[in-house]
């Protein structure tokens, strides 16, 4: 699904973000990228979301090569790949169905399969007595789940989430986890940046480890 | 396989679902300018009355122009005999003029009739009740005919009139005619040049607008790009508020010139009775409203697609 070849990124301005990172996630696999602040983990995110392009190796997703990608394509990647953010990242000024909606909109689809799949995204994570309301009315763990059926709308084969459970108590971090876990059950393949160690420590799934750029740790080679 | 079909229907569908996407923008785009009916009333405006300017000013050169035509049409050369000649020589000469082919016809104008239209025009009638007697000669009114159409061949014939023995002065009406429709096109080419430049500001106000819009709706904007939404379908809302915004204030303009128009006629129609006429106001054709319409459109379209094309790129994603 996704690997990495000596990819380095480097900022004009910080200098490199990431050095020579090689790894690869099968399809359905669910990894956990971890390191202090600042040590790459959403540069990784950002560079298979292509926010951002690698200064040198390759990255494939779906065997796509990234930096052979056209600028013009790069939508049609991102409808591929859901992201899921710590801050949420939703419209305060439209509805949580709207929210959730905005991606089946800028796929261009009909209105009744918008609805019916918007609805039943909001379904899957608990949310539907809400599709009317404003995020502003929910509360922060609420807020993520409309970003992550968001993201799940439509239908990719990989979700990425950075820090998803930054803002959260245990309990509801324990809740999206489990969100996450039954999506991976169905199929999908999740990266999820995260430094909450207690997490990653009880879900026991293959964890990646960064430090200054460097990948310094990976269960699946131990 | 499921894949494969699924694709394969929606490429398919794609003109429906373009034209879908096109008509559900333009009218989000108006109903998002018609929630804040303050500030789009203002833009459009500025617009209505930057467009009804040079749609304004060709409606006045149109007007002065058909006033001109007319005067050409009634242009003659008047040839003031002298005191001396009496109505035998009035109408001998304008025997030998009428078989000339410069001259399509002749009227004589009588001393009596020349100081009857003086009178009824100059209201000097206790003045002229005063003199002991008509001072004024026989006139002899031409028509040039087509063949003394061009300048040169007029001049010729007015120098060739003014050399006889019973011609006084030689007035040549269509000088001034000329005169005035020189100024006339001066006029339409300063409403071109006009034009112009409020096309440009035009272009500038509608991108300030959509520029200020875009920063507004900023935030949306990057998470719409996260989403994948393609460039196309972002810029697509904001160049149909261009449109709309072109498109109302073209509409504001047309009413404003016809408005315009309306309150003129009367004074023009009460002018055009004193000088026993009648002159009705030309007002917008079908081809100029829809030139009006169209190009308040198209720039305030283009307008948005310049400000979209420099700003959007400005904004990224994360």
């Not at chain 2, 559900?24 to 405006?45: C, I, K, S, W, Y």
């Not at chain 2, 009227?107 to 009178?119: D, K, M, S």
């Not at chain 2, 006629?265 to 009705?280: K, N």
């Amino acid at each position: 699904m996704i690997r990495f070849s000596h990819v380095t990124k480097r900022y004009p301005a910080r200098g490199d973000a990431l050095r020579d990172v090689s790894f690869a996630l099968a399809p359905g696999e669910m990894a956990f990228l971890t390191g202090h602040s600042g040590a790459g983990k959403s540069t990784v995110l950002k560079l298979i979301g292509l926010l951002e392009r690698a200064t040198r190796g390759q990255i494939l997703v779906n065997r796509r090569d990234l930096g052979r990608l056209a600028s013009r394509r790069i939508p049609y990647h991102r409808r591929e790949v859901g992201m899921i953010f710590q801050d949420h990242r939703l419209l305060a000024d439209r509805t949580v169905y709207d929210n959730v909606a905005l991606p089946l909109v800028a796929a261009g689809l009909g209105p009744k399969e918008i609805g019916r799949r918007a609805r039943a995204a909001l379904d899957q994570v608990g949310l539907l007595r809400y599709e009317a309301a404003r995020p502003v009315a929910l509360s922060s763990g609420e807020q993520q789940r409309v970003g992550i059926a968001r993201a799940i709308v439509g239908r990719p084969p990989l979700l990425l989430a950075d820090e998803p459970t930054g803002n959260l108590d245990p309990d509801l971090s324990r809740e999206i986890m489990d969100l996450f876990v039954r999506f991976n059950r169905v199929g999908v393949t999740l990266l999820i940046a995260t430094h909450d160690i207690g997490l990653i420590r009880a879900l026991r799934y293959r964890t990646l480890g960064l430090s200054e750029g460097r990948l310094v740790k990976d269960t699946a080679r131990a | 396989m499921t894949g494969r079909r699924r694709r394969t229907a929606r490429f398919h569908e794609l003109p429906r679902v373009w034209l879908r996407h096109q008509a559900q923008n333009a009218l989000a785009a108006l109903g998002r300018l018609l929630r804040t009916p303050l500030p789009t009333f203002m833009t459009v405006a500025v617009l209505g009355v930057a467009l009804a300017l040079p749609g304004g000013l060709y409606v006045i050169t149109a007007n002065v122009e058909a006033l001109a035509l007319g005067w050409e049409r009634n242009a003659a050369l008047s040839v003031f005999m002298t005191p001396e000649a009496g109505e035998t020589d009035a109408r001998l000469l304008a025997q030998r003029l009428r078989r000339r082919a410069e001259v399509a016809a002749v009227h004589i104008i009588t001393p009596q009739e020349a100081l009857a239209e003086f009178r009824a025009y100059s209201g000097f009638d206790d003045v002229l009740a005063g003199l002991p007697e008509n001072p004024l000669p026989f006139v002899l009114s031409i028509a040039p005919s087509p063949v003394a159409e061009d300048a040169a061949t007029l001049e010729r014939f007015s120098a060739e009139l003014e050399a006889l023995p019973e011609t006084d002065l030689v007035r040549h009406d269509a000088h001034w005619v000329r005169r005035f429709e020189a100024i006339v096109h001066l006029v339409q080419r300063l409403a071109v040049v006009l034009a112009a430049v409020l096309a440009l500001a035009l272009l500038l106000i509608v991108g300030n607008t959509i520029r200020l819009e875009i920063e507004n709706r900023r935030e949306e904007i990057r998470i719409m790009e996260l989403v994948g939404a393609t460039h196309a379908f972002i810029r697509r809302p904001f160049l149909y508020a261009g449109f709309w915004y072109g498109l109302l204030g073209g509409v504001l303009a047309c009413i404003l010139v016809i408005a315009g128009l309306l309150l003129l006629q009367a004074p023009v129609s009460r002018i055009a009775a004193l000088y026993q006429t009648r002159f009705p106001l030309i007002g917008l054709s079908l081809p100029v409203l829809v030139a009006m319409l169209s190009g308040g459109a198209l720039l305030g379209y283009l307008g948005s697609w310049l400000a979209v094309t420099r700003h959007l790129r400005a904004i990224r994603p994360i």
